[in-house]
């Protein structure tokens, strides 16, 4: 599938891709308009005056961001933003550094995931994470499968729970029928395409409600970035899905709403076609327009 | 038109000072390059040349691995049975590797994946500070305190033996071996740790389900070159080991080494007589193990780099 150039194409296929998707309350997805009203829509995440701190270096100034569940929400930014950090604190990677201080609330379904007490591992059951270079692990596809589900399944499993496990994840990335005969095979030999699908894929044995994706794009082909787009359309309703991106046309095909930050700041959030076409900030339509970034 | 294209090249082909700098430093690099080659080719040539005067005359190859008798010195019944110091030698290494495998990789996981900034820097320092130790500070060691420590603890009759030597050699090994063990671990790329983080593994779940799995080769070459300065090492075994032929029958007997073998006898033999031949037999069949085990170890590592 091409890219689409045109808003009028861009429609077409938002329609298109739509038709895949699961049916969202309140969402129209198979109009072609864009339109997806979804009031008191519930949210998945929510940031309270979050600041972020890489050392002395302040990367988040108090952050209130909240995303809908169900959606697709972009965040969009130049390089050093904070868009990445922001969307690596909702799951605690970030904490990975060590030099991290984290100042404010972040709520996923309610939760205050910085409590004292949080389980890390309940946390990133809830939250799975794409990242920027696909990066699956140096073993079988079978076994990338079945990493998360067995850390997550306190009890042994049998193998036709695993056999089921595996064909109902690759099925859902539309990867089944490429490799049901090869799943014993390295999963770093596969095309980036195909590694990033088994990525989102091994996540899904885990029953996240929220899927981050850093850049899941970045490192792939356009006809690649197409099929990974399709993917997240098709994902959405079942999943909440925040998604980083450098792409400002991807934020605009893909997403139903989408964020715009700043130097640390979130500047402005609203439904992506109100965003590309009547910004509230100057800064944002300088960015949308190209004049920076 | 011409003149000036000659000129041109002229210019090119000047040969000033750097080119003729340039020419001898390269020069010199090569014969540093080569040199490793030079001795090691060397080496072989010597000690088969010593040897062989006596591989091709009065060896015999089931004396040599079959008895263990070594009487080179014997007046009318010279034998040069290698089986007890082969066996002191295999002794005295594997129970260095019991003591250092746990050890040194302990050491490196917890360097590699635990331990972070200062603690990680001080530790490393301290290793490689350890790895410097002379052997003979570590014989003195096992000849003076642990020879007192094995005796009082397990009230046997003497400390210089395969526990004693082990354990110094096996505190020897551990230090390079960890330093090996540990750049396994750091070569394995981060993105590998954070995935399986952010699928909520803990950090004892990455490291046996990813880490330890993606270092296997970089650890199997560590532990294979420990056991290959298990086999080489001479003088902390010499002193440590009780020097005494003997199959051992349990860790408290005293054992003596190849290498020991031919530290102690080698300045007390005539120059081409049997002995001097029988030593330097020795010699190479030491040199053919420690080559292969690290040709093992080279050949794992490369292993890595192919996946």
Same mark, same amino acid.
């Given at each position: 599938m091409d890219v689409p150039k045109t808003l009028e194409q861009q429609t077409m296929w938002r329609g298109v891709l739509g038709d895949s998707s699961q049916p969202v309350s309140g969402g129209n997805p198979g109009s072609g308009q864009l339109k997806v009203e979804m009031p008191n829509q519930a949210l998945a995440i929510e940031t309270t005056k979050l600041s972020l701190w890489y050392g002395t270096f302040q990367a988040l100034f108090d952050v209130d961001f909240q995303v809908k569940q169900g959606l697709v929400t972009s965040l969009i930014g130049p390089s050093?933003?904070?868009?990445?950090?922001?969307?690596?604190?909702?799951?605690?990677?970030?904490?990975?550094?060590?030099?991290?201080?984290?100042?404010?609330?972040?709520?996923?379904?309610?939760?205050?995931?910085?409590?004292?007490?949080?389980?890390?591992?309940?946390?990133?059951?809830?939250v799975g994470m794409v990242f920027q270079r696909p990066n699956p692990l140096p073993v079988t596809i079978r076994k990338n499968i079945l990493f998360g589900y067995h850390l997550h399944t306190p009890r042994p499993t049998t193998k036709s729970e695993d056999d089921a496990?595996?064909?109902?994840?690759?099925?859902?990335?539309?990867?089944?029928?490429?490799?049901?005969?090869?799943?014993?095979?390295?999963?770093?030999?596969?095309?980036?395409?195909?590694?990033?699908?088994?990525?989102?894929?091994?996540?899904?044995?885990?029953?996240?409600?929220?899927?981050?994706?850093?850049?899941?794009?970045?490192?792939?082909?356009?006809?690649?970035?197409?099929?990974?787009?399709?993917?997240?359309?098709?994902?959405?309703?079942?999943?909440?899905i925040l998604i980083v991106t450098h792409n400002m046309a991807q934020a605009r095909r893909a997403s139903d709403e989408c964020a715009f930050m700043l130097m640390g700041k979130?500047?402005?959030?609203?439904k992506t076609e109100d965003l590309f076409v009547t910004p509230e900030h100057q800064e944002t339509a300088d960015y949308i327009e190209g004049k920076f970034g | 038109?011409?003149?000036?294209?000659?000129?041109?090249?002229?210019?090119?082909?000047?040969?000033?000072?750097?080119?003729?700098?340039?020419?001898?430093?390269?020069?010199?690099?090569?014969?540093?390059?080569?040199?490793?080659?030079?001795?090691?080719?060397?080496?072989?040539?010597?000690?088969?040349?010593?040897?062989?005067?006596?591989?091709f005359d009065g060896f015999s190859f089931t004396e040599f691995f079959g008895s263990i008798n070594w009487r080179p010195t014997s007046e009318n019944n010279k034998t040069f049975g290698a089986l007890a110091l082969i066996v002191g030698t295999a002794s005295i290494t594997?129970?260095?590797?019991?003591?250092?495998?746990?050890?040194?990789?302990?050491?490196?996981?917890?360097?590699?994946?635990?331990?972070?900034?200062?603690?990680?820097?001080?530790?490393? /320092? %301290?290793?490689?500070?350890?790895?410097?130790?002379? &052997?003979? !500070?570590?014989?003195? $060691? =096992?000849?003076?305190?642990?020879?007192?420590?094995?005796?009082?603890?397990?009230?046997?009759?003497?400390?210089?033996?395969?526990?004693?030597?082990?354990?110094?050699?096996?505190?020897m090994a551990a230090p390079i071996m960890t330093t090996i063990a540990e750049d396994a671990l750091k070569a394995v790329p981060d993105k590998y740790r954070e995935a399986a983080e952010a699928m909520g593994a803990t950090k004892w779940q990455v490291i046996?389900?990813? /880490? %330890?799995?993606?270092?296997?080769?970089?650890?199997? &070459?560590? !532990?294979?070159?420990? $056991? =290959?300065r298990?086999?080489?090492?001479?003088?902390?075994?010499?002193?440590?080991?009780?020097?005494?032929?003997?199959?051992?029958?349990?860790?408290f007997d005293s054992v003596r080494a190849l290498t020991a073998t031919i530290a102690a006898e080698l300045g007390e033999t005539a120059v081409g007589s049997d002995h001097y031949g029988a030593l330097f037999t020795l010699g190479i069949f030491l040199f053919l193990i420690t080559f292969l085990i690290n040709l093992t170890a080279d050949l794992v590592v490369r292993g890595i780099k192919r996946s």
């Open positions: 050093g933003c904070g868009k990445s950090t922001l969307l690596r604190s909702v799951n605690r990677i970030n904490e990975r550094l060590g030099y991290v201080r984290t100042e404010g609330k972040v709520e996923v379904l309610g939760h205050d995931i910085y409590a004292p007490g949080v389980d890390l591992t309940q946390i990133r059951s809830q496990v595996i064909e109902s994840a690759l099925k859902e990335v539309l990867l089944w029928d490429d490799l049901k005969d090869k799943l014993n095979a390295p999963a770093i030999n596969l095309s980036l395409e195909q590694q990033q699908k088994l990525c989102i894929a091994r996540l899904l044995p885990i029953k996240p409600t929220v899927l981050l994706m850093d850049e899941p794009c970045s490192a792939l082909d356009p006809k690649a970035t197409a099929a990974i787009e399709e993917l997240i359309w098709g994902l959405r309703g079942e999943y909440t979130m500047v402005e959030h609203s | 038109m011409n003149s000036k294209h000659s000129k041109d090249l002229a210019r090119l082909d000047r040969r000033d000072l750097s080119w003729y700098m340039d020419r001898l430093v390269q020069a010199v690099m090569f014969v540093g390059g080569i040199s490793a080659i030079i001795f090691i080719v060397g080496i072989f040539v010597f000690i088969s040349k010593e040897g062989f005067s006596f591989l594997g129970m260095a590797m019991l003591i250092a495998i746990p050890f040194s990789l302990g050491a490196a996981i917890y360097i590699g994946e635990f331990a972070t900034g200062k603690t990680r820097e001080s530790l490393k /320092v %301290l290793v490689e500070l350890l790895a410097a130790i002379p &052997s003979v !500070v570590w014989g003195f $060691i =096992g000849l003076t305190i642990m020879n007192g420590v094995i005796i009082q603890l397990f009230n046997v009759p003497v400390g210089l033996n395969v526990l004693n030597a082990g354990v110094i050699l096996g505190l046996r389900q990813v /880490v %330890l799995p993606a270092a296997k080769n970089g650890l199997v &070459s560590a !532990v294979l070159l420990g $056991i =290959g298990g086999f080489g090492e001479t003088m902390a075994v010499l002193m440590a080991s009780g020097h005494s032929i003997n199959i051992p029958g349990s860790v």
